[in-house]
């Protein structure tokens, strides 16, 4: 099967927009885990617990507002080009 040396520019680009909308929830889990290995003590004990709280939330919040924006933009992508050709007709008849 020849590979296709050139994609168009929206196919590309939906192509990289899947990609990243993919790796969010992996984002998300690093952002979220990360800090809890690091740390590595009780957020509790330090006093620093409204410190922690906010930047959960921030990240949270951040990932919400990602998230919307990819949805966004793939669903721009989606949408049919007025610009191109209409496709072919099929002239082989099936009738």
Do not use: C, H, K
Request: aromatic share 10%; glycine share 10%.
């Amino acid at each position: 099967m020849p590979r296709r040396l050139f994609l168009e520019r929206r196919t590309y680009r939906q192509a990289r927009l899947q990609d990243a909308a993919r790796l969010l929830p992996v984002l998300g889990l690093v952002l979220f885990f990360g800090p809890s290995f690091i740390r590595g003590e009780d957020p509790a004990g330090s006093g620093l617990l409204s410190g922690w709280l906010i930047y959960y939330f921030s990240v949270w919040l951040g990932l919400i507002v990602l998230a919307g924006i990819l949805s966004q933009a793939l669903m721009r992508t989606d949408r049919p080009d007025p610009n191109a050709a209409p496709p072919a007709p099929d002239r082989e008849g099936g009738s």
